[in-house]
């Protein structure tokens, strides 16, 4: 990665890899890493670039630009997204090719404004619109909210390839290989579901109405703004696509618990046994004060059912497990089962928080709610492992 790659023809991957940056969008943990992914097209007639890189990655990523442009000036840039993660060095290019057009949808005018005071050289599209650089036709299709309004994707007629923007995107940086077929799947894949729970999957039901509208094109190649580039099996990663935006999980449980002294973790290790009474295999025990919530998004994202169990502090919920509720609120996962479980001392209070939470999350509740006071007893356990069992049940 340390040059221009080929990634089609007449086309070049410009992008960079960012170790630096721990947290993303100061919220989300890159223990691998990031890749801001960038491109040109070098047409007969006419150069465009899709999209630009994270700002302090400017010299990496103009040397790579200007390696893929071969000495030719860049007439056009494509602005998929405002986000500043893609956009920062818009102003920078405009000072090495003064004569650069912007190309962007009414969304993206007052962003360039806001962002970097850009008020000229714009030229606006509508979605379906199209431009020529010679052997290359791009077209521009809106997908608003996905996940920003002015969000766009740009397809190159000629050959085929999807600059999909965040869509298809995946936390990790590149790692030798750039194309889906030079990487172990398993590893892409945890994290552009990661990626999907915490970015894009609150607009899920957008999600499906991008890929209806996409749906009749030759797509040949998928290349994201972030993670891996797709040209060996585009049917699989859309398909991946499909089935998360769709809510459908697998048949596996989450336990999530917020214990401060043990006692709601003995609780969740009986539901994780009463989990595996049911044959679940694919069962996944999360401390939430010590797991990143973005993981166990990823996993409530990945499986059919999870238990949220926490103990009460200061009469409310256990506060990393408050924080759960409201990231789970906000991206309203469907199509799942839910268990809830609290524990107390001197005072109630984190199962009647577990209740409001359920009740707003509309999914199915499975039974029994356990509450525990001080220490589980046996019979408390008991419960435990039944709820763990009946969510089981529920899966299978
Ligand atoms: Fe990768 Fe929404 O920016």
Avoid at 90 to 99: C, D, R, T, V
Avoid at 135 to 148: A, D, E, I, R, S
Avoid at 186 to 209: F, H, P, T
Avoid at 250 to 273: F, I, L, P, Q, W
Wanted: aromatic fraction near 12%; charge should be neutral; hydrophobic fraction near 40%.
């Amino acid at each position: 990665m340390y040059k221009a790659i080929q990634v089609n023809k007449d086309t070049f991957w410009v992008g960079v890899n960012d170790f630096e940056t721990d947290l993303f969008e100061s919220l989300w943990p890159l223990p691998q890493g990031v890749a801001y992914n960038a491109y040109v097209i070098t047409g007969t007639t006419a150069t465009a670039a899709i999209d630009t890189v994270k700002g302090p990655y400017l010299d990496d990523y103009i040397i790579k630009l200007k390696q893929a442009l071969n000495g030719r000036t860049l007439n056009y840039l494509v602005v998929n997204h405002m986000e500043p993660d893609h956009s920062s060095l818009i102003a920078e290019l405009q000072k090495i090719w003064p004569g650069v057009k912007l190309i962007g949808n009414a969304k993206t005018v007052p962003m360039l404004k806001g962002y970097h005071g850009i008020t000229e050289n714009i030229i606006t599209v509508k979605d379906g619109d199209t431009l020529d650089l010679g052997g290359h036709v791009l077209k521009f299709y809106t997908v608003p909210m996905l996940h920003w309004p002015e969000s766009m994707v740009t397809f190159d007629t000629t050959t085929g390839v999807l600059f999909s923007n965040d869509s298809f995107g995946g936390f990790g940086a590149h790692e030798g290989g750039i194309f889906d077929d030079e990487k172990n799947k398993e590893r892409w894949e945890d994290e552009m579901l990661r990626y999907y729970a915490c970015i894009v999957g609150k607009y899920s039901n957008i999600v499906q109405v991008a890929l209806k509208k996409l749906g009749g094109l030759e797509i040949k190649n998928i290349f994201p703004s972030h993670g891996t580039l797709f040209r060996k099996d585009i049917k699989q990663v859309v398909t991946l696509y499909d089935k998360w935006s769709r809510f459908e999980g697998e048949t596996g449980a989450v336990v999530v618990y917020g214990s401060m002294y043990g006692n709601t973790r003995k609780m969740a290790d009986a539901v994780c046994s009463g989990l595996a009474g049911a044959k679940i295999k694919d069962v996944r025990l999360y401390d939430v004060s010590r797991t990143d919530p973005s993981y166990i998004l990823r996993d409530i994202w990945k499986f059919k059912a999870f238990a949220l169990m926490a103990c009460t502090y200061n009469t409310l919920l256990f506060p990393p497990m408050e924080a759960l509720c409201s990231k789970l609120l906000s991206r309203m996962p469907k199509n799942k089962f839910v268990g809830i479980a609290g524990s107390y001392s001197w005072s109630k209070g984190a199962l009647t928080a577990l209740q409001d939470y359920a009740e707003k999350s509309k999914l199915t509740k499975i039974g029994p709610e356990v509450e525990v006071y001080a220490s589980p007893t046996v019979e408390d356990l008991e419960k435990c492992y039944e709820l763990g069992k009946n969510l089981g049940e529920a899966i299978s």
